[in-house]
């Protein structure tokens, strides 16, 4: 069946630098790949998405890159602060589910320290 | 104000009991979706809706059951037949676009616990 695979599992940074996180998926034919945000005990938060016609997204410090070629996509924090200090899941929604759910991967837990 | 509530945040069972967690959204959006959360595995989809009085199995339906009677409310039912009922419940709606699924917005999640 489908999968998304995320690495790394745990991420630490130290305040200023910048994080990167990384996602593959198994149907290449996956056309939408979201990056949530998730705080302790809450629900998760969309950050960024990005569709398969378009191979970069920027948004202030956070970015996303698709490679569809190699079926990874990327999340690229830079400047990073405390408060990016969370969960964060990439997905994607594969054709083989007629694109009307999501794939989650395992999460990351990143951590900026001051 | 409009957003996805879940109820209750906590909620505690014997083991062997249904229960039924509780999901109502006013963001008039046509899907909704149940999603389990444990440690160190991220989201997995147990059941989905896209229009009222329709919905699907998603990966992990097995000793669930969902009912969408209303177009703003998709109730879950975990039943005695789930063998491992523990875990934090997620609840989320989207208004799907011309380009496929949009964006999905969830809600504040139940977490249950199974005694």
């Known amino acids: 069946g489908e999968n998304v695979e995320q690495h790394p599992s745990t991420l630490s940074v130290q305040e200023g630098d910048s994080a990167v996180i990384k996602c593959t998926y198994s149907?290449?034919?996956?056309?939408?790949f979201p990056w949530y945000k998730q705080e302790l005990g809450k629900g998760p938060q969309l950050i960024i998405d990005?569709?398969?016609?378009?191979g970069e997204k920027k948004d202030q410090r956070i970015a996303v890159t698709l490679n569809k070629t190699a079926k990874h996509f990327s999340l690229h924090i830079t400047e990073t602060q405390p408060e990016d200090s969370a969960v964060y899941f990439c997905?994607?929604?594969?054709?083989?589910?007629?694109?009307?759910?999501?794939?989650f991967g395992a999460g990351t837990r990143l951590a900026v320290h001051p | 104000d409009g957003g996805i509530t879940q109820s209750p945040k906590y909620l505690f069972r014997k083991e062997g009991q249904n229960v039924t967690l509780s999901c109502e959204q006013n963001?008039?959006?046509?899907?909704m979706y149940w999603y389990r959360q444990d440690p160190g595995q991220g989201l997995r989809l147990i059941y989905y809706?896209?229009?009222?009085?329709?919905?699907q199995k998603g990966d992990i339906a097995e000793g669930y059951s969902v009912s969408r009677e209303k177009k703003e409310s998709f109730p879950l039912t975990v039943t005695s037949a789930q063998k491992n009922p523990t875990a934090f419940y997620l609840c989320?709606?989207?208004?799907?676009?011309?380009?496929?699924?949009?964006?999905?917005?969830f809600g504040p999640g139940t977490r249950l616990t199974v005694l």
């Open positions: 809706s896209q229009i009222v009085n329709d919905f």
């Open positions: 149907d290449s034919a996956s056309n939408y």
């Open positions: 963001l008039n959006h046509d899907a």
């Open positions: 989320a709606s989207s208004l799907p676009g011309l380009a496929g699924l949009g964006e999905q917005f």
């Open positions: 997905a994607a929604s594969p054709k083989s589910g007629g694109y009307n759910k999501l794939i």
């Open positions: 990005i569709r398969s016609n378009v």
